[in-house]
């Protein structure tokens, strides 16, 4: 008996199948994700958005399966060969590649050599050989020698029998699948350079002689392997054992032999059967495996590449915003100057500039006038600059800037501007800020991502944000269907402001697509800011159901009602009167009551349409009301007296912010302009299986300098600062593994001062190109912090 798709779910998540029905029902029903989890509680008996999440996506994979499944029923039905025990087969494969492995034989193919055989009459032959291996193969071939047919002789006769039972013994599903898990489980890839490769593909020096066994294999170890095959550096072979396990290529012909009845009892037969068993292994079988298993490699690596990029996405669309106060952008340059814009606390443009401190003009002190009347003209509190090319010299001119004029009050703080330039020459961004430079854009984008970077990061395509590895490499549908996981669920997380949000940020709000969103705006451009929610109804094409899935994440800050201000759903206001109504008073002065929100009773407002679980979310709701889950916001204070790799010595103490995490290691600013690596090994006393349990891109941390290679700039840090530091320099004891996470292996070139237009003209035109052997886009943060920890140079290359 098949087990539905629900159940399946159900079984795979640990819940009961009425959830997932449920929670099915609700998704197809056109409800989001967001929704579900926040306001259909009752429903899914308390299902949460990671658990949704899964959910969809295996519901995704199981009626794909089941829709190959029906597709396949039909073809060998009308092939006529369906029969009953084939049907209960099929029925009862529980993944894509067993169904596949079931309806080979069954697959419309090209003509064979097996089927030219056939047609020539040679089954019997296979079949009476592998039947009775006392008969004489070439006296048996003898009876089927037929000209006419393309048997001209014996041996061409056993020829075809040959091929027509390696066809079989190669398209047995249940034999397929056993071989398949166990190279899986005891295979390794093995790599090799290529001759005359040795000097080019230097980046992949790691792995010009390499092996290791397939379940050990990490995500950026496949993948990089496989961009040095693409890139023709590399030779890729799947050996099916390791030298450490018993057997080899024997083990696996001794298992086809035994499937198939196949030994050498000294019989006239048994020599050419073992020899047909090894020649189907050999030329088919482990052809066969050899594909499914670098797909199976390709796909773990993937999926584990996609979740690395998506929980770093997601932790740097949730970092911690400085909020609504006046900020003084930089975009970093060294020819083109350095972009300067004051945003207000609102995010508006009141002024923009280009000054030139560094070389070739090195016009310091002019630069740090205009600096100072901007910030005093305007209130400045905060100086954001960009952490791309130039960007220390443009941090020591902010220092520069705070030390001689302290009665500013300034905070400078480094922004990551991944993607700054994607979003200046957007469409977007020319219809934002019409009358305003390219150039400039970059500097706005830069000011308000340190004000919010929800808001500002949701205007970019998640993949140029770049926070991943090797994200070229990766699966786009599967990647873009992450990260907009990411964003959405960060997006409706938070809430969003319907009065102030920019079409993009709204576009990602429940039930709101990018139609939509235009049209709120419009309607807000042409009639004011909305009053409540129930304006919302009022705008062009926002029917019923969407109202349903946005209202409850939108949000109305001083408007007619002040539960619009509220993550309250307003189909549960009701709720909320009834609570006014027992405490008596006003909606206004419940709001935030600690006191008086307390003494009731969750269970005392419970009704056939709210339970307990919604009603304990508007209480705690209420309490504090349109509360932000972001952290808030910190800055790292760095060391005064280290500025550059060359201060740093072994056994210092400092503070840094963790700019990105990676399977191996999170890199970490502290303030020398080059990024120091906290390897994996070296951030708990005990063991860390995934980094992000411990750190976060935005997080601030205490680390101790362990060793410093200034000619390859290279920090090696720790998190536990009772460490001994290296005696002298040199590379440091997570080298090998950095160089191994395909984050390169060659010292990179110093960085070359250049204009900052064509720089950010090269990091675009390389976005969209593939297998050039850049980790990332070369505006990405991921690259930015490999570029500044050594591991990539200027160019992008590792």
């Known amino acids: 008996m098949t087990t539905s798709i629900e159940g399946r779910i159900a079984e795979e998540l640990g819940v009961r199948e009425r959830q997932v029905r449920a929670a099915v ?11 579900i989890a926040r306001y259909r509680k009752e429903a899914t008996e308390m299902l949460d958005d990671a658990q ?12 794909e399966l089941e829709d190959r499944r029906t597709a396949i029923l039909d073809s060998v039905r009308e092939q006529g060969k369906l029969t009953d025990e084939l049907e209960s087969r099929i029925r009862l494969a529980d993944t894509k590649a067993r169904l596949e492995d079931i309806y080979l034989p069954f697959k419309p193919k090209r003509r064979t050599k097996a089927q ?23 006296a048996a071939a003898a009876a089927f020698v037929d000209p006419a047919k393309g048997v001209a002789d014996p041996q061409a006769a056993l020829d075809g029998a040959r091929a027509i039972l390696a066809e079989r013994f190669s398209e047995d599903a249940d034999l397929i699948g056993e071989l398949r898990e166990r190279m899986w489980g005891r295979g390794r890839l093995v790599a090799k350079v290529r001759d005359g490769k040795e000097e080019a593909g230097a980046k992949f020096a790691d792995y010009f002689d390499f092996a290791e066994g397939f379940t050990q294999l990490p995500s950026h170890r496949i993948l990089a392997m496989l961009r040095g095959e693409k890139e023709e550096v590399l030779s890729l072979e799947l050996e099916p054992e390791t030298p450490a396990d018993d057997g080899g290529p024997s083990t696996y012909e001794g298992l086809v032999a035994r499937r198939f009845g196949v030994a050498d009892r000294g019989r006239p037969g048994d020599r050419w059967l073992l020899d047909t068993v090894r020649w189907a292994w050999r030329t088919r079988i482990l052809v066969h495996l050899g594909i499914d298993l ?22 740097l669309l949730l970092a911690a915003p400085a909020g609504t106060r006046s900020t003084l952008g930089l975009d970093p340059g060294f020819r083109t100057g350095v972009k300067v814009a004051v945003v207000d606390a609102t995010g508006k443009v009141v002024a923009t500039d280009t000054i030139y401190p560094h070389v070739p003009a090195n016009k310091w002190d002019e630069a740090l006038a205009k600096l100072a009347r901007l910030a005093k003209e305007h209130a400045v509190e905060l100086v954001a600059i960009g952490n791309g090319t130039a960007s220390r010299e443009t941090d020591k001119l902010a ?28 469409a977007f961004a020319s219809q934002e800020l019409p009358g305003l430079d390219v150039s400039l854009r970059g500097a706005v984008s830069i000011a308000r991502r340190l004000q919010d970077p929800l808001a500002e990061l949701v205007k970019i395509d998640p993949k140029s944000i770049g926070v991943g590895q090797y994200q070229h490499d990766l699966s786009e549908v599967k990647l873009s269907r992450s990260l907009d996981a990411v964003v959405e669920d960060c997006v409706n997380g938070v809430g969003v402001d319907v009065n102030t949000a920019s079409a993009p940020l709204l576009s990602r709000v429940s039930g709101i697509g990018a139609g939509l969103a235009e049209n709120i705006v419009a309607h807000r451009d042409a009639n004011g800011p909305f009053r409540s929610r129930k304006a919302l109804k009022d705008v062009p094409r926002l029917g019923p159901k969407a109202y349903e899935q946005c209202a409850g994440f939108l949000r109305i800050r001083g408007g007619d009602d002040p539960l619009d201000a509220s993550s309250v759903h307003p189909e549960a206001y009701p709720v909320v009167r009834r609570m006014v109504k027992t405490t008596g008073g006003e909606v206004a002065s419940l709001i935030g009551n600690t006191g008086v929100l307390r003494s009731l009773r969750a269970d005392a407002f419970v009704d056939e349409t709210f339970g307990l679980p919604t009603v304990t979310d508007i209480l705690r709701e209420l309490e504090k009301p349109g509360r932000d889950p972001r952290p808030a916001f910190r800055t790292a204070t760095f060391k ?5 790799i060359g201060d740093l010595a072994s056994g210092m103490v400092l503070e840094g912010a963790v ?5 191996f290691g ?31 891109p935005g997080d601030v941390v205490k680390v101790k300098v362990l060793d410093v290679d200034v000619p390859r700039k290279r920090i090696s840090l720790t998190l536990r600062l009772d460490d001994e530091a290296a005696a002298g320099t040199g590379a440091s004891a997570p080298k090998r593994e950095r160089e191994r996470g395909g984050q390169g292996g060659r010292p990179p070139q110093q960085r070359q001062g250049g204009g900052r237009d064509g720089d950010r003209d090269r990091r675009q035109g390389r976005q969209g190109r593939g297998g050039q052997g850049a980790p990332a886009p070369a505006n990405s943060a991921m690259a930015d912090a490999l570029r500044k920890a050594g591991l990539l140079d200027p160019k992008g290359r590792k």
């Open 659 to 663: 700019t990105n995490v990676a399977a």
């Open 52 to 63: 949704l999440r899964t959910l969809e996506e295996r519901l995704r994979y199981l009626r």
């Open 640 to 644: 005064e007296g280290v500025e550059k």
């Open 116 to 138: 030219i055989a056939r047609e020539a009459g040679l089954e019997p032959l296979a079949e009476g050989l592998l039947g009775d291996p006392s008969v004489e193969p070439a």
């Open 25 to 35: 029902e609700l998704l197809d029903g056109g409800s989001t994700v967001p929704f």
């Open 399 to 426: 220092a520069d800037l705070i030390a001689r004029h302290p009665e500013l009050g300034l905070t400078k703080v480094m922004v990551s501007e991944a993607g700054a330039s994607v979003y200046s020459a957007s």
């Open 666 to 696: 999170a890199f970490v600013d502290i303030g020398v302009h080059q990024d120091g690596l906290v390897h994996v090994s070296a951030m708990s006393k005990t063991f860390v299986k995934d980094p992000r349990d411990v750190v976060k």
């Open 294 to 315: 670098r797909l199976r490699l390709r796909t773990a690596a993937e999926d584990e590449a996609v979740r690395v990029f998506a929980a770093n996405l997601r932790d």
